[in-house]
DNA sequence: GTCTAATCGAGACGGTACGTCTGGTCTTTCG
DNA sequence: CGAAAGACCAGACGTACCGTCTCGATTAGAC
């Protein structure tokens, strides 16, 4: 079924008989994805070439992943999870604008913004890949700013009573808006800008 | 070259020579590619498909436009400009509302939703399509809102020296990221709250 | 019908109602034809071409004859007819061995080579096209051959008894054959073997 | 590349690694397009229809032919190369006329003679169709006559200083001449009046 | 009524990506 | 240590779509 939904990590599997899977491929497959990836999105990328470039069979990728879609989703996760985490330190509405930077800042780098490009856009006609997008790497991100936010409002930086859900649509669709339809620049005063709308005041936190 | 770009109206053209553009053919185009649009997207319709279910040659569709996405596109807002007016009477925040309401409607319809949602996916590959959705579509919408943010702004609705576009960047992106990404539902409700979020007081209109 | 069969003369047809056929159209559609005919033959030549080159519609073409076969027909017997006569003097079999010669070199120049080959090559699929070649430009050539056959016979530059028709398929099938099957050269000596190998004596004409 | 130039044997190939060629699809090709040639020759014989007809992807078609003339080509030589031997004993004359009779006969079969006309028809618009056919089909058989017509000269059945070639020439080309031009029939006695002709006598070899 | 111009439906063309499959080789673990 | 279990590569396979092309018919206005 491959690994849409995850659990991509490869454990030595002790005792299982066989031929174990061979690490240097699949981190050659990822590699390959991504390099090969241009703005021509999943619809320019062939498995095909992803075979050829990475040294593989094209039925060793099959064998794991049950598409490119697949595959460009673990490359995807692979090597960005590590660079959009929120802030240890700092009041939560600060910690949320400069996580909401890093994203912003993220995106401008073609080597990060075309796999997730490519990934929303297939997601729109194979659910898998939607679900999985949402699963992997949406929802915990989401987990967090909400806490952040519900933070926010007790700490007095946020007015009490708003709707954090729809607080979070507005705030990554803003950003979601300009990278995937406008086509606008996405910079630190946009963020910023962001913020100031959402909380006008932009007062400092209430000493707790 | 196509019509992606616009300006696809079929005038009589007086005076010049040799057959005229059937009418009959391009509607049965447009109406076939909508008809046969389904969550599968772009990729799941093919042109050979629209042809034969248009009852017309594979020649003709590539006469007049330059691939399957601008057969949509036409196709798109052909059938759904009308729909997305803004109203013309009642408050500048009001008119908004229902403005961004009308748009939620519309796109909880699968008739509307499919081809939006499809062309916005393969505008992230084709920039050529990304620029007519933008162009055709986006860009006068945006600018009545615009208007209407400005209006707010001066008739006291809105809290002055805000960022325009960054405000309509959230309220559009909000909607478009539960569309494309989070799949949530877009109800009255949700448009609501969205308004309240940058118009906490809810203040009706100063008198002018 | 068109006129494969040949009765392409245009007349003046005195007195018929509305605008006569165009004398201009005409030749220049078989001009374009025998120019547009490469080694590519007949598959390599289409009708819209022709008519671009010519300066005339597609549907004129269509109007007069049945396809682009009908009109390197009547191209090639319009240019090559008056080429290949056979003198009118001196004894039978020498009259005989400059017709040969005639064709032969003429078939060396590719403005008549490529039509006649190229018909000849359509003729396989098309039998209209292969009854006209024959009717319009073989069995005259064919019958005058004969003659002068029987009359070498009778003046005893040849055995009697021998076959007409069967020298007559050998002669030019020899020839036809270097020119459709091996690629051979045509030259004047090769005629002259050719003679030489049916009339070995190649003893002058008994006096009459 | 293709076969157009022969060595299509297909050997086991020990050790190589990939899926081996299926055997079948390559008959199965081949037989498709021995039944689906009609007298429309190769344009009315589809790339399409042979595939459908074999079970068989056009892409594989494509793969290892050219062109639907290069799967004829083998088609031919594969069916009609054993059929057309010079017979073992007698003299030379006579095997040069049980051979020519033996041709005569083939073609008077459909299923041998229309791919063989197609083919000729063909090679007048594809130069390399052409020198396969020259190379694979029509070299060793005018080899076989050019050393039979030399030993007809030694045994004394043909004059001595015969150009062999102008005689191969004639014989064969009388029988292709009508094949492909005149359409009169092949007969035994046919064979037998050529023969006659180019050796009037009809002298029995010279004992050696 | 013929002319040019331009469109139309039909459908073959050669090519390409997909996802599956067949051979044969190589690397482990278990008996 | 020798089998069996898998994973591996190479590459051919059937399916299906692509975008282009030619054909021959058709529809208009101009002459």
Do not use: C
């Not at 959009?84 to 912003?104: C, H, K, N, S, Y």
């Not at 929303?120 to 989401?142: C, M, N």
């Amino acid at each position: 079924m491959g690994s849409v939904r995850g659990m991509d990590d490869i454990a030595p599997e002790q005792g299982k008989p066989g031929r174990p899977r061979s690490e240097r491929a699949r981190q050659a497959v990822l590699a390959a994805a991504r390099e090969l990836l241009t703005d021509k999105g999943l619809p320019g990328l062939t498995v095909d070439d992803i075979a050829a470039h990475a040294g593989v069979s094209k039925a060793t990728i099959y064998r794991w992943w049950p598409g490119k879609g697949a595959v460009l989703m673990d490359a995807f996760i692979d090597a960005v999870s590590t660079k959009m985490e929120f802030p240890a330190d700092g009041d939560p509405l600060t910690r949320l604008r400069i996580q909401l930077a890093r994203v912003a800042r993220l995106m401008n780098e073609p080597r990060a913004r075309r796999p997730f490009v490519a990934l929303v856009a297939a997601g729109q006609h194979d659910p898998e890949l939607a679900a999985a997008l949402r699963d992997r790497f949406i929802a915990s991100r989401r987990d967090s700013a909400r806490q952040l936010i519900t933070d926010a409002v007790e700490a007095g930086q946020l007015s009490p009573g708003l709707d954090a859900d729809a607080l979070i649509d507005m705030l990554y669709g803003a950003l979601y808006y300009r990278l995937l339809i406008s086509g606008a620049p996405l910079t630190d005063d946009y963020v910023s800008h962001l913020i100031e709308i959402i909380a006008p005041a932009a007062r400092p936190p209430r000493p707790a």
